[in-house]
C-alpha cells in the first residue's frame, strides 16, 4: 500500500470513530431526554458540580483569576479551595458565549451544562475506541462503541449537569493512553500525550497514579527497546515538562511559587513533572545516555533517584496518605461515611451488590490480561493498558472512587476478547461459536452485572437499604431551595450536604461543605449540631446566624441522629424546637425545612 492510501485510510478510521462517538453520545442524550434529564431536574446529589458553578459565577462576577476562595462556606472569610481554573475557564467562556447568543444567563448556564458533559463523553468514548483500535484492530471498533458508551453511562458523570472535573480527568488520561498507543504511527501523538498527562494532573490530584503510570511504563518500555521507543520518550517527556510549565505559570501567582500544596497542582507537581519529562527527554536525545541497554538503565535509574530525593527532601509530607493530617473529628463523622472513599473491604460488608457492579468488568480484564500475557506474545499495547488496568483497581480497591477509571479501562481488553470471539463466530459458524460470542458481550458490559447483582441482593436481602439514600433523599431539587433563596441573605447552619445547593440556589453562606480544606467551618457546624441546643445557640450568636434548615431524609442528618440522639440536630428532627428560634411557615412538612432565629436570640 502507498503512502498516500495509507494516510487515506487512516482518514477514513478517524471519520468512522468520529461517527461513532457520535451516535455513542446522541444515543446518551436521547436516554438523559427521555428522563427528562433528571441531574438538571434534581442536581443536589452532586455537590462538587454546583460548587464548580459556583465557582465559575464567582469567577464571572469579578473574583480573581488566581484567588481560589470560597467566601461563602467556611468561617468567615471563607476557605481556599484547591480546585483548578483550568477548568473554570472554558466553562466560563461558555457561559458567556451562550449568554450573548442566548441573553439570558440562567439559559446559557443550563446549555453549559448539557453541553460540556456531552463534549467529555463524546471525547472520552472516541479515545476509547481510538484505543480499541490500536490495542486489537478494527474487528474491536464496534465493540468498543457499544461496551464503552455503556460502561461511560454507567458510572455517571457524564451526565449532563455533571460540571465536576472527574469527566475531564478521565478523558485526558484515556486521550494519553490512546495517543500513546498510536505513538509508533504518529509522531505527535507521543508529544500530545504528555499534554494530556500534565493537564489531567493539574486539574486534580486523583489521576496523578494513572499520569504516573504512563510515564512510568513510556520509560520502562524505552529501557527495554531503545531506539524502538527513543522517539517516543522524548516527545512525550518534553509535552509533560513543557506542560507543567505553562500549567503552574498561569495557574500559580508569583507570590504562591515556593509554595507547597499536596492536593492542587503548585511547586511540588511542578518540579516533579518537569523534572520526569525533561530528565526522559534529555536521556532519549543524549546517545550517551541511551547507547546501550546497560546505560538507559543506569540513567533512568539515576532520574529515579534524582524524583525521589527531590519528593523526600523538600517535599516529605506529600509522600503522607491523602488524609493523613484531616482532623479525626472529621475523619470519624464525614470523611468515613463518603461512598467513593470506602476501600473494597468496607463496600464488600456493606453493599456486596455494588461491589460486585464496581469490580466485575476490571477483574474480567485482568483475567483475559494474564491468560495474554501466559500465552506470550506480549506488545508494548498490552504494557500500557495491562499497567493502567492495575493500578486503577489497586487504586479502586483503597477507595471505591478509582473503579470509575478501572471499569473504563478494562473496555479496551474487553473489546479485543469480543472481537475475537465474533471473527471466531463468523469464520466457523456453530451453536458453540455463536453462544460463546453472546456470553462475551454480557460479560464485558458493566451494567448487566449490576442489575444481576442487585436482584441478587434484593432477593437474598443483602442490599444496604441505605445505600442509595444519598441518590434519591429529599432535598435534591433546586424547587426544594426556593423559599430560602427567597430570603434575606445570611449565614445558615446546615449540614454539610446542604452546604453547595444552598450556594448555587440561594444567595446565602454556610458554615460546612464536604471539602477537606474546610476543617474550621466543618468542625463548627458539626460542634453546634451534634452538641446541646446551648451549644447551637452560642454558634448562632457568636457567627450572626439568621437561618437553621433541617432535611430530616438526608443521610447525614440521620447519621448525626443517630451519633448524638441528646443533640440540637437531633431535638430538631423530633420537633424540639428551642425558644430561640421560629419555624418559617411556608416550610412546614417540607423536604427542606427552615427555622428563623428571632432576633435577640
Given at each position: 500500500m502507498s503512502q498516500k492510501s495509507s494516510k487515506q485510510t487512516r482518514h477514513g478510521f478517524w471519520r468512522s470513530d468520529i461517527a461513532f462517538a457520535l451516535l455513542a453520545l446522541l444515543l446518551l442524550l436521547a436516554l438523559?431526554?427521555?428522563?427528562?434529564?433528571?441531574?438538571?431536574?434534581?442536581?443536589?446529589?452532586?455537590?462538587?458540580?454546583?460548587?464548580?458553578?459556583?465557582?465559575?459565577?464567582?469567577?464571572?462576577?469579578?473574583?480573581?483569576?488566581?484567588?481560589?476562595?470560597?467566601?461563602?462556606?467556611?468561617?468567615e472569610g471563607g476557605f481556599v479551595m484547591h480546585w483548578s481554573r483550568l477548568l473554570d475557564a472554558p466553562l466560563a467562556l461558555g457561559i458567556l458565549a451562550a449568554s450573548s447568543l442566548t441573553g439570558s444567563p440562567a439559559l446559557a448556564e443550563h446549555i453549559v451544562q448539557i453541553f460540556w458533559p456531552?463534549?467529555?463523553?463524546?471525547?472520552?468514548?472516541?479515545?476509547?475506541?481510538?484505543?480499541?483500535?490500536?490495542?486489537?484492530?478494527?474487528?474491536?471498533?464496534?465493540?468498543?462503541?457499544?461496551?464503552?458508551?455503556?460502561?461511560?453511562?454507567?458510572?455517571?458523570?457524564?451526565?449532563?449537569?455533571?460540571?465536576?472535573?472527574?469527566?475531564?480527568?478521565?478523558?485526558?488520561?484515556?486521550?494519553?493512553?490512546a495517543l500513546l498507543l498510536e505513538a509508533p504511527m504518529h509522531r505527535p501523538a507521543a508529544f500530545v500525550a504528555g499534554i494530556c498527562a500534565t493537564l489531567t494532573l493539574a486539574i486534580g490530584m486523583e489521576s496523578a497514579p494513572y499520569a504516573g503510570t504512563l510515564g512510568a511504563v513510556v520509560a520502562l518500555l524505552f529501557l527495554g527497546t531503545g531506539d524502538g521507543e527513543r522517539l517516543i520518550a522524548r516527545d512525550f517527556g518534553l509535552g509533560l515538562a513543557g506542560a507543567s510549565g505553562l500549567v503552574f505559570a498561569a495557574t500559580i501567582p508569583v507570590s504562591s511559587w515556593g509554595v507547597a500544596q499536596c492536593d492542587t497542582f503548585s511547586v511540588v507537581q511542578f518540579a516533579v513533572t518537569g523534572l520526569a519529562g525533561s530528565g526522559l527527554a534529555i536521556i532519549a536525545s543524549w546517545k550517551a545516555a541511551n547507547a546501550t541497554a546497560a546505560r538507559r538503565l543506569i540513567s533512568l535509574a539515576l532520574l529515579a533517584v534524582a524524583l525521589a530525593l527531590l519528593v523526600g527532601l523538600l517535599f516529605p509530607q506529600c509522600l503522607a496518605a491523602p488524609y493523613a493530617d484531616l482532623d479525626p473529628r472529621l475523619r470519624q463523622i464525614w470523611l468515613d461515611h463518603i461512598e467513593e472513599a470506602q476501600s473494597i473491604t468496607q463496600l464488600v460488608v456493606d453493599d456486596p451488590a455494588r461491589a460486585v457492579a464496581r469490580f466485575a468488568t476490571p477483574l474480567v480484564a485482568i483475567v483475559l490480561m494474564a491468560l495474554r500475557f501466559s500465552h506470550g506474545g506480549w506488545r508494548r499495547q498490552d504494557s500500557l493498558v495491562a499497567a493502567l488496568l492495575v493500578v486503577a483497581l489497586l487504586v479502586s480497591a483503597w477507595e471505591v472512587r478509582g473503579s470509575t477509571f478501572s471499569i473504563v479501562f478494562a473496555v479496551i481488553p474487553l473489546s479485543a476478547w469480543i472481537a475475537k470471539w465474533r471473527q471466531r463466530a463468523e469464520a466457523s459458524p456453530s451453536s458453540g461459536s455463536v453462544l460463546r460470542m453472546a456470553a462475551a458481550w454480557l460479560i464485558s458490559v458493566n451494567a448487566i452485572w449490576a442489575g444481576a447483582a442487585q436482584a441478587a441482593s434484593s432477593a437474598f436481602e443483602t442490599a444496604a437499604p441505605a445505600s442509595a439514600a444519598g441518590i434519591n433523599a429529599p432535598c435534591n431539587s433546586k424547587a426544594s431551595f426556593a423559599?430560602?433563596?427567597?430570603?434575606?441573605?445570611?449565614?445558615?447552619?446546615?449540614?454539610?450536604?446542604?452546604?453547595?445547593?444552598?450556594?448555587?440556589?440561594?444567595?446565602?453562606?454556610?458554615?460546612?461543605?464536604?471539602?477537606?480544606?474546610?476543617?474550621?467551618?466543618?468542625?463548627?457546624?458539626?460542634?453546634?449540631?451534634?452538641?446541646?441546643?446551648?451549644?447551637?445557640?452560642?454558634?448562632?450568636?457568636?457567627h450572626h446566624v439568621g437561618i437553621v434548615a433541617l432535611c430530616r431524609g438526608n443521610p447525614e442528618s440521620r447519621l448525626f441522629a443517630a451519633k448524638a440522639p441528646d443533640g440540637f440536630l437531633a431535638g430538631l428532627m423530633r420537633g424540639s424546637v428551642p425558644e430561640w428560634l421560629e419555624p418559617v411557615a411556608e416550610t412546614r412538612g417540607a423536604p427542606l425545612e427552615l427555622y428563623r432565629v428571632r432576633p435577640g436570640g
Open positions: 438523559e431526554a427521555l428522563q427528562g434529564f433528571p441531574q438538571l431536574a434534581n442536581p443536589a446529589g452532586d455537590n462538587d458540580s454546583l460548587l464548580q458553578l459556583v465557582e465559575v459565577r464567582d469567577l464571572l462576577g469579578g473574583q480573581g483569576w488566581f484567588d481560589l476562595h470560597q467566601y461563602r462556606m467556611g468561617l456531552s463534549l467529555q463523553f463524546w471525547l472520552a468514548i472516541f479515545f476509547v475506541i481510538r484505543a480499541a483500535r490500536a490495542f486489537a484492530g478494527a474487528p474491536a471498533v464496534l465493540p468498543a462503541a457499544v461496551v464503552g458508551g455503556a460502561a461511560l453511562y454507567y458510572i455517571g458523570i457524564f451526565s449532563p449537569g455533571a460540571l465536576d472535573h472527574h469527566n475531564v480527568q478521565l478523558m485526558l488520561t484515556l486521550a494519553s493512553l423559599t430560602l433563596g427567597a430570603l434575606a441573605p445570611t449565614t445558615v447552619l446546615a449540614i454539610s450536604n446542604l452546604g453547595s445547593p444552598i450556594l448555587a440556589f440561594t444567595g446565602h453562606r454556610v458554615f460546612a461543605g464536604p471539602y477537606h480544606r474546610n476543617v474550621a467551618g466543618n468542625l463548627l457546624a458539626f460542634e453546634a449540631l451534634l452538641g446541646s441546643a446551648t451549644d447551637a445557640k452560642a454558634v448562632v450568636e457568636s
